[in-house]
């Protein structure tokens, strides 16, 4: 038999700090969360399925956190929650209202009827805090914890499925022993994962301290090299500080699981020469980043792919260490798009493409390897079930299968050593082999500022700082140059919690300032982002009728529609591939429409073989499906009914009638469209959430222009 192809799975699991410098209490509840749901769930399944290996990658900051809340730590949305609804004030409503909807409407709203029913509710323009009661308050109190709660959960705690069935109408006792699971579950995340440790079917890798982009610490002007056009910040070095942020790792971590990591997975795959030499330093056997930095290292296309499929030494005589790149391909199908489709489907495809690396590789000298490396927390809340039936699926193929072996990735790299050495590395991350989502924009370069004010004012007050202060401002800069604060800062993302993270981060500087007897200045008493405008989504103003009988539509036919921006609108995780800029929407009096917009400055988006499908759910559901090769032929299933449609340089324009869709006067619908390849769901728009569709009466109009 021809040896196996080995697979390795790394999941990496990551929250930033969320402790208020001034209060010390967390401000955001997503270390509660995601262990009530993906951290006990992913140790939960693999430790069913005995044969299968893996790595799991834990910052440390997060370790940390979840160990808080075993010693009392609460966050505020813990304390809203486990407040009686009676006694919540107006502002404390408000905020709820806003926030206690922060999880994916298709997958986790939608299938319970009465949050679903508060969610339509608190997005009805006109609707306030007075509109909503004690039992709407409670009730959501309840859903919105529990919706979090993963499979794990509900096949261990029957609590979670009595809730369920009841539905609504909770008791303030039944929302306490819901949030008392969730601190129990948080008593149990860590020892799960140690137990799978110390048996050998996992291996526990880290990332430095505060999970900063490690290059940019080290030397800011190492984005020269992979964004050599770019404005960049002045320079911000201290590979001091990146020093500190790995041996602090390394020591938490024997603390935390009772044994040194072996490897190390950078933060957001960024890696740079001096970097990747801080991490041998500091006695770490292996690194792993995005298939980007090995092509750019060699040079596109001087090395066929079957490269990407075998480790390597990185040694430019500075220190040597083990490096391995991911298949970006693979891990973003995980990521982003096998959550939209049936999990048989979705890992047939993944051993399909499995089964053709090792048919590539076959002729390897040495064993060929797969990296498959991505975020291990997000993706599961937009799949059916949090995620279980496609991973139980792929765990039980990838266990029957004598042709794939998984592995963990420090016993393989110490069985198998690389054969190849790299004596350079281009410096970069694993979203589009730069640092851009960092470093570069005006708000991002004003936050690299301020930093870099704040540890140059360190340096001259340390040695005449008591040491008591003196760590506790070191420790305030340390999170500062964590890499969130700077993902959110970007034009890339956008999120509900942006004044949050923009508060915590000039909190840490203002804090910086404070202990070493100095004065903030007056820019950290202003948000970094005051006139951002907001990522939300905008609803029709207008009534639209756009003609289908011209070439293509002018912008006078879609002036009033509403609005959706498609480039990643918000979102902790990153899609290298996009296909539409934007999304408008509309109607008149007969027709819903539709029109896709796309990149402004690259090439269309290659359709060919794609259909386009819209589904619209209201008293009854149904699907329009164009062939985006034939827009002629598009139809509404199971119904004569007219579509038109226009598929040109990129643009995709649709109109159906209301009747069509079975929907009258004054009735409302959600709507979503899905791009599909075949049977495969490969996007989805909007990404997270249905447009909210109320078809049209005389009135409407009138009643936009008084709003």
Known sequence: MSRPLNVALLWHLHQPSYADPSTGQLTLPWVRLHTTRAYFDMAWLLERHPAVRATFNFVPVLVRQIQSYL?????????????????????????????????????CIRPRARYWRLYERAREPHRGVADFSDDDLRDLQVLFNLAWFGFAARIEYPLLAELEAKGRGFEEDEKRKLLD????????????????????????????????????????????????????????SWPEDARLHIDRAAEAHQMAFGAPPSGVWPA????????????????LRWTATDEAQLWKTVGDGKLDRTWLYRPFRYDRGRGAINIVFRDRTLSDLIGFTYARNPA???????????????????????????????????????????????????????????????????????????????????????????????????????????????????????????????????????????????????????????????????????????????????????????????RDDQPPKNLISPRFDTPQSTYFDWNGAGVVDLINPGGSMYQAAAWFRRLRYGFD???????????????????????????????????????????????????????????????????????????????????????????????????????????????????????
């Open 181 to 236: 699971l969730q601190i129990a579950m948080l008593r149990r995340v860590l020892p799960l994962y140690q137990r799978l440790a110390d048996r050998g079917q996992i291996e526990l890798s880290t990332t430095p301290y505060y999970h900063p982009i490690l290059p940019l610490v080290v030397d800011s002007d190492a984005a020269r090299r992979c964004q050599p056009k770019a404005p960049l910040p002045p320079r911000f």
């Open 268 to 283: 957001e795959g960024a890696v740079s020469p001096e970097a990747v030499e801080l991490f041998a330093a500091a006695g």
């Open 71 to 107: 010693s009392g730590g609460r966050d505020h949305y813990f304390e809203l929650s486990r407040k009686p609804a009676r006694l919540l004030t107006t502002a404390e409503r408000a905020f709820m209202l806003r926030h206690f909807f922060s999880i994916d409407a298709h997958t």
């Open 344 to 534: 048989p489907a979705a890992v047939a495809d993944l051993v399909g493409r499995l089964v053709s690396i090792a048919a590539q590789t076959a002729k390897n000298e040495e064993p060929p390897l797969v990296v498959i490396a991505l975020d291990g927390e997000n993706p599961w809340e937009y799949y059916a079930e949090s995620g279980r039936p496609f991973l139980d699926a792929l765990y039980a193929t990838l266990a029957a299968r004598a042709d794939l072996q998984t592995v963990c990735l420090g016993a393989h790299l110490a069985a198998n050593p690389p054969k190849r050495t790299l004596t350079d590395l281009h410096s970069g991350s694993w979203i589009n082999g730069d640092y851009g989502v960092w470093i570069g924009s005006a708000v991002e370069n004003q936050a690299w500022k301020l930093l870099g004010e704040a540890r140059a004012f360190f340096a001259e007050k340390a040695g005449e700082t008591p040491a008591e202060a003196l760590a506790a401002a070191r420790e305030h800069l340390l999170q500062a140059e964590g890499s969130d604060w700077f993902w959110w800062y970007g034009d890339h993302f956008a999120s509900q919690n942006d004044e949050d993270f923009d508060y915590l981060f000039r909190s840490h500087l203002r804090r910086v300032y404070a202990l070493l007897g100095g004065t903030p200045p007056a820019a950290l008493d202003r948000s970094l982002y005051p006139n951002r405008l907001p």
């Open 589 to 707: 009096r007969e027709r819903f429409y539709l029109r896709f917009e796309p990149l402004a400055d690259e090439a269309p988006p290659d359709l060919s073989g794609l259909t386009l499908e819209v589904r619209v759910r209201g008293p009854v559901e149904r699907i329009v499906r164009l062939p985006l090769d034939t827009p002629g032929a598009g139809e509404v299933v199971g119904v004569d009914g007219e579509v038109l449609a226009r598929v040109v340089g990129g643009f995709i324009e649709l109109g159906v009638r209301f009747t069509d869709l079975g929907l009258g006067e004054r009735q409302q619908a959600t709507a979503s469209a899905h791009l599909m390849r075949g049977p495969m769901e490969i996007d989805r728009f909007p990404g997270h959430h249905e447009l909210l569709v109320t078809v049209p009466d005389d009135a409407f109009e009138a009643e936009r222009w008084t709003v």
